[in-house]
């Protein structure tokens, strides 16, 4: 009797860390996806910096911030930019910004 209420026993245990076990995989499951889909939707080139350039040129221009997730203005010098460099900040959250 004894060994079948062992046995009987680790069974319950095993179920509810079963069950424990099967809630952690969905709520990681959870977020692994909302992560994966916030990052993959946005384009590559809007986690670049902003690249300021060496030229004498002053030109207001936005670029998309992953620090405040939304597009910041910046004053470009007209050369060796990136494609992290939109002319309006509707332009950059059209492309940037996850839908």
Aim: with cysteine; aromatic share 12%; proline share 4%.
């Amino acid at each position: 009797m004894v060994c079948i209420s062992v046995i009987k026993r680790k069974f319950e245990i095993d179920r509810v860390i079963l069950r424990k076990m099967r809630a952690l995989v969905v709520v990681f499951a959870f977020i692994f996806s909302t992560v994966l889909t916030t990052v993959s939707a946005q384009p590559g080139d809007c986690w670049l910096p902003p690249m300021i350039g060496p030229c004498s040129e002053a030109t207001q221009k936005f670029y998309y911030s992953r620090f405040t997730g939304d597009c910041e203005m910046f004053i470009y010098s007209g050369c060796h930019g990136n494609a992290n460099n939109f002319d309006t900040v509707e332009e950059c959250r059209d492309t940037c910004l996850v839908k």
